[in-house]
């Protein structure tokens, strides 16, 4: 490939070349980075569209192969109903740090999953009971595949529940997520149905009003909240949060539009009782869980860190097994 080639890399080849570990591997990586001074993002930027809008995240991650990435990601809600397209599609560039030169152009929606569900793991690893075995999922939408089998990589789950508004959707996901895994998974009839018997608890909604109570939440669960991902959006009520140990992917981002930045503003907590920004307990700065009663919650905006890594990740697997299509756009 020419020096100064760019790699054109699709979503079915980035499928191809990366497993869920690979993402483990890289965004643990990007996350102890981030906390030991090694990676830097600006806030990102939101341009509103109509009936949806745009995310931009950028970061710089130092390392072997200084790199900077930034992601345009549009996010449209009513797209599956009314176009039949993803509610978040996009694209990544991937940079060289030290020359600027473009590396890569990486399909986004591939991408954002990945990294999102490797967060979650992540952060269960540390904060759920290890011997967590039943998992509910709430909102079976484009994320929750990925979610299950992050999950399923670092801790002992056995079965699954699932829950949405759309029940035929929820059929859906639990019939692939079977068939791809042999776990036992139901459909749930209502909220509680799914999340009072669960060890591990997962939003990934598009909700803009709260749904999940304190009354939802055994002691002892871990939640990850992953939809709260713009201002506008909500999925904890600010009391459940309150009572809970909260960790974040990035405290400055969950204030400003996370489920943390709702409970803040109800007065349920402050941002001092944070009990830390997950890269500290990946780390091992911070303590994570050391009992069983406490209920963990993870608040996860996504952070353009997460995306670097992994495009990364995605961009040296690429090169080694010369895969993608390569192209100069000068």
């Not at 449209?76 to 599609?89: R, S, Y």
């Not at 890569?104 to 490797?118: F, G, H, K, P, Y």
């Not at 994570?288 to 992994?310: C, E």
């Amino acid at each position: 490939m020419r020096a100064n080639a760019t790699l054109l890399l699709d979503r079915r080849t980035i499928s191809a070349l990366m497993a869920p570990g690979d993402y483990l591997i890289a965004v643990r990586d990007g996350f102890i980075a981030a906390h030991r001074g090694q990676a830097h993002a600006p806030p990102p930027m939101h341009v509103a569209g109509i009936g949806g809008g745009f995310h931009a995240k950028g970061a710089f991650l130092d390392g072997d192969r200084p790199a900077v990435a930034v992601k345009l990601n549009g996010n449209f809600p009513d797209n599956p109903a009314c176009t039949g397209l993803p509610t978040i599609q996009g694209a990544a560039l991937l940079c060289d740090a030290r020359d600027g030169r473009l590396l890569a152009i990486l399909d986004s929606i591939e991408l954002t999953v990945r990294r999102t569900a490797a967060a979650t793991a992540l952060a269960a690893q540390r904060l759920a009971r290890p011997e967590a075995a039943k998992l509910a999922i709430c909102g079976c939408g484009g994320q929750a595949l990925a979610q299950a089998e992050a999950l399923i990589e670092v801790l002992p789950i056995a079965r699954v529940a699932a829950w949405d508004l759309a029940s035929e959707r929820a059929a859906g996901f639990c019939d692939t997520l079977g068939g791809r895994t042999g776990l036992a998974v139901e459909v749930a009839g209502n909220l509680a149905a799914a999340t009072l018997g669960a060890d591990v608890v997962v939003t990934c909604t598009t909700a803009r009003a709260p749904f999940l109570t304190l009354e939802h939440v055994a002691p002892g669960t871990f939640v990850a909240a992953v939809g709260a991902d713009s201002p506008d959006k909500s999925e904890l009520f600010p009391e459940l949060l309150g009572c809970s140990k909260v960790v974040v992917d990035s405290l400055e981002q969950c204030l400003q539009m996370g489920d943390l930045r709702h409970a803040v503003a109800a007065g349920a907590m402050r941002a001092d009782d944070v009990h830390a920004e997950l890269g500290a307990v990946l780390a091992g700065a911070t303590p994570g869980r050391s009992g069983d009663r406490d209920i963990w919650i993870f608040d996860s905006t996504g952070t353009a860190l997460q995306d670097v890594a992994s495009a990364m990740a995605v961009y040296d697997k690429a090169l080694a097994l010369g895969a993608g299509t390569a192209f100069a756009l000068a």
